[in-house]
């Protein structure tokens, strides 16, 4: 069964980091680009990062640059975050395709179900 699934989602204040991750099962995700998005409450999903597939290319919204970080490391992505603010505040899920990425938005073939982060003092 091909699945993704995102973990590592909670709550934080302000300032605080979180480390999510995005694994998957029944494809080899090594192979995809993988990208990371967002959707606060009553927004639009926007995308926040994206990790290329074959030479592990990095792209980042502006509005994470320099506080968030993609990698990956086999049948895993992983987004660092750190700094966290208030807006940072939504479900995060991860989309993988096997596309070659070349933008912070890559939405994918597959979705995971997303995990909550919640940033609030």
């Known amino acids: 069964q091909v699945q993704l699934v995102e973990s590592g989602g909670g709550a934080v204040q302000p300032g605080g980091s979180l480390r999510l991750s995005c694994q998957a099962s029944?494809?080899?995700?090594?192979?995809?680009?993988v990208g990371w998005f967002r959707q606060a409450p009553g927004k639009e999903r926007e995308g926040v990062a994206c990790i290329s597939a074959e030479n592990t290319n990095t792209f980042y919204s502006d509005a994470v640059k320099g506080r968030f970080t993609i990698s990956r490391d086999k049948n895993l992505v992983y987004l660092q975050m750190d700094s966290l603010k208030p807006e940072d505040t939504g479900v995060y899920s991860c989309?993988?395709?096997?596309?070659?990425?070349?933008?912070?938005?890559?939405?994918?073939?597959?979705w995971g179900q997303g995990t909550q982060v919640i940033v609030s003092g």
């Open positions: 029944g494809f080899a995700l090594a192979y995809y680009q």
């Open positions: 989309a993988a395709d096997p596309g070659n990425a070349g933008s912070y938005y890559c939405p994918g073939d597959y």
